[in-house]
């Protein structure tokens, strides 16, 4: 999977990937990930200018057309042949989901395109973005850290990433339930017992447990993944 970001922020990433499971993906060719700044695809080439003032006269000011434009192109000729998705990060974005998640998972290349200040020019959007992506209902500064959490939630799905260890078969929302509770040693701490089906070493009866908890958490706190499901 090549992941091909566009920004005006391209150092925001340097931490994000440079630890853990994105790391060793990277290390182990399975992921590779481009970072691209916006501003270098400005038509004006003194001031480098990104931003203008929408017509209606809306307060805030919109990322211009052209470097959009430019930087997009330029991504698509680096990713020529593996057919890149161009997905632009917004709040007014299909809502982002395991779902989703799995389906970007199976591309071989994603172009993640992130927003700034009120947002892009509408002809951006017709003209070259396939898919809007939200994070959730709540309004971020700009779209890098959604970008991140896109690279992170899809590249923990691409085979070899994880191990058997921390599979991702175990994590919430993967057969679209939450997760059950978790328990590491001592035994007791604080007075608490790890339940007695976790230590009988029966296994049916310990995924069983799993399974119910998995419900009953899921049933409290979320009901709309069940009626999906
Ligand atoms: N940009 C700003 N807020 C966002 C959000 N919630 N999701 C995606 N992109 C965003």
């Known amino acids: 999977m090549i992941f091909d970001i566009l920004t005006l922020f391209p150092a925001m990433f340097e931490g994000a ?8 993906a990277v290390e ?12 270098d695809y400005s038509d004006d080439l003194r001031h480098q200018t990104v931003d203008d003032y929408p017509y209606g006269g809306d307060a805030g000011m919109l990322m211009k057309p052209e470097p959009l434009a430019g930087a997009i192109t330029a991504a698509k000729e680096r ?22 998640v799995k389906e970007l998972a199976e591309k071989k290349s994603l172009i993640l395109l992130c927003g700034r ?15 809007e992506l939200s994070i959730g209902d709540y ?51 604080e007075g ?3 339940p007695e ?14 399974k119910e908890k ?5 049933r409290e706190r979320r009901p709309d993944l069940l009626k999906k499901r």
């Open 214 to 218: 998995s419900i009953e958490i899921t």
């Open 197 to 210: 089906v976790l230590i009988s070493g029966h296994h049916a009866n310990i995924k069983e447990w799993q």
């Open 192 to 194: 608490i017992r790890v």
């Open 139 to 189: 309004v971020l500064s700009g779209g890098e850290i959604p970008a991140m959490a896109v690279v992170d939630a899809v590249t923990r799905l691409i085979p070899g990433v994880l191990g058997n260890m921390d599979s991702a078969e175990t994590d919430s929302f993967h057969s679209g339930l939450l997760s059950h509770p978790h328990y590491t040693r001592p035994e007791i701490f």
């Open 28 to 39: 182990k060719g399975l992921v590779s990930i481009g970072i691209h700044n916006i501003r």
């Open 117 to 131: 200040y009120k947002g892009i020019d509408q002809r951006i959007v017709d003209n070259y973005v396939d898919m």
């Open 79 to 100: 990713l020529a042949g593996s057919d890149p998705v161009v997905v632009y990060m917004t709040p007014a974005g299909r809502l982002l989901d395991q779902d989703i």
């Open 17 to 24: 990937f440079s630890d853990s499971i994105i790391k060793r």
